[in-house]
């Protein structure tokens, strides 16, 4: 059974980091491209980052998150990885994430969830002093 389970979620202080992972089963994470989105409440589902398959090495950040946040493949684990710093109460929102329907390349429409076939349940994440 394909899926993907998110971890790491929680509740942290502005200008805090935490480390969201997303763990695959049912396929070999790096044979996909895999996407992590976010929603707050009364907002729609954004695109935060997507990676590529090692072999293709393109990946996509938000311009909101840029800088701050950084996305990575952990093969042994068939997981991927979320580093997020510099946290701020306007990243409060549930993260997803998402696998590709085909292919290993995010493409430019990454973050156009219709594209994604496969989502996790997602993992609560609240920034707040």
């Known amino acids: 059974q394909v899926q993907l389970v998110e971890s790491g979620g929680g509740l942290v202080q502005p200008g805090g980091s935490l480390r969201l992972s997303c763990a695959a089963s049912?396929?070999?994470?790096?044979?996909?491209?895999i996407a992590w989105f976010r929603q707050a409440p009364g907002n729609e589902r954004e695109g935060i980052s997507c990676i590529s398959s090692d072999t293709v090495g393109i990946n996509w950040y938000a311009g909101s998150v840029r800088g701050r946040f950084r996305v990575s493949r952990d093969n042994y684990a068939n997981s991927v990885h979320l580093q997020m710093n510099s946290l701020n109460p306007e990243n409060t929102a549930t993260y997803y994430c998402?696998?590709?329907?085909?292919?290993?390349?995010?493409?430019?429409?990454?973050?156009?969830?219709?594209?994604?076939?496969?989502w996790g349940q997602g993992t609560q994440v609240t920034v707040s002093s």
């Open positions: 998402a696998r590709v329907i085909s292919g290993r390349t995010c493409e430019r429409d990454w973050s156009t969830p219709g594209n994604y076939g496969t």
């Open positions: 049912g396929f070999i994470s790096n044979d996909y491209a």
